[in-house]
């Protein structure tokens, strides 16, 4: 091998090792690409659970404007209202220890 062929050699290597390392570790190389897909990945999950809220809010909505059976249980839960014909009572606590004769 002349002296001429070892330093394109020696060059091409280099300039070899050059480029790997500049795909790996460069701008917009292997590492970043590797983060760009977690953060994708990330926001796809992000995407989903936002997805199942809207969906389970329309569902609600959607009882909340055509039945009167989830409207009522909500009025019951959330307002403490009560029907018509019912009656409300209350005890004291040392009513529930007394015994009954």
Do not use: H
């Not at 062929?5 to 701008?27: E, V």
């Amino acid at each position: 091998m002349t002296k001429r062929q070892k330093i394109l050699l020696y060059l091409a290597t280099m300039a070899i090792i050059s480029l790997f390392f500049l795909i790996i570790l460069g701008d917009n190389g292997l590492i970043d690409l590797n983060i760009l897909k977690k953060q994708r990945n990330n926001l796809i999950e992000e995407n989903q659970k936002i997805q199942q809220k809207i969906s389970s809010l329309s569902t609600e909505i959607d009882r909340a404007k055509n039945d009167p059976a989830y409207i009522e249980a909500v009025a019951r839960q959330e307002l403490g209202m009560i029907g018509k014909d019912e009656v409300i009572l209350k005890f004291n606590k040392d009513m529930k220890n007394r015994k009954i004769k």
